[in-house]
């Protein structure tokens, strides 16, 4: 029974030290990661994350409002997971394209472990809230918590499929440079056809 206990705390430290890891030491933490992707926690986060934003700009809760705020959460714990699960496939697809494709489970679990820098949000819009200084101070650490974020997320992608800077910038490029090319495409097909069907 003892043993039991003892099994749970260092699971639980063990989760811990993999949060504050990831943090601060993404390369260790996210190679560990990726010998052994824990999808559960990683689900756990994303919802976490998910459901700050309602949280945060909850009003005064009573007996009319708390059923919104509890769909909010709900939908927003739902969105947040069908994002993250797109996300994932949607990288996945674009690393078959350098054959690095079949590591989709390993990316859903760094990518996850790469949203944790916005558990901070939540003291940033309470800076926002305040004076002009505060509220740019708020500005500054929010900025800095999505570049965090950011980072951490291209490190994932570079861990799960392992390849290099260049190509992680190049997958990332590959869709807003066909989102590029198809916008012009659209619009000249129907300059073109404006054209035609002219008198």
């Known amino acids: 029974m003892n043993d ?3 099994n749970t705390d260092i699971k639980k430290q063990d989760f811990f030290e993999t949060i504050y890891g990831a943090l601060f030491y993404p390369r260790q933490t996210f190679e560990e990661i990726r010998q052994n992707p824990p999808i559960i926690h990683a689900l756990g986060i994303v919802i976490l994350i998910s459901v700050l934003n309602p949280i945060i700009n909850a009003s005064f809760l009573n007996n009319q409002n708390l059923g919104w705020f509890v769909y909010s959460l709900f939908s927003a714990g739902l969105g947040g997971i069908i994002k993250w699960v797109f996300f994932a496939a949607f990288i996945e697809a674009l690393a078959s394209i350098f054959r690095k494709g079949g590591n989709f489970k390993i990316f859903l ?7 944790l820098p916005w558990v901070f949000i939540g003291p940033v819009t309470l800076l926002k809230s305040g004076g002009i200084l505060t509220g740019l101070i708020g500005i500054l650490f929010g900025i800095a918590i999505w570049v965090w974020s950011t980072v951490l997320t291209v490190f994932a992608v570079m861990k799960s499929y392992e390849i290099s800077s260049g190509r992680v910038l190049l997958l990332i490029s590959i869709p807003l ?4 090319i198809f916008f012009n495409w659209i619009i000249g097909f129907f300059t073109t056809l404006t054209q035609i069907l002219k008198f």
């Open 177 to 180: 440079i066909g989102a590029v």
């Open 4 to 6: 039991a206990y003892i």
């Open 109 to 115: 679990a760094l990518s996850a472990f790469a949203l």
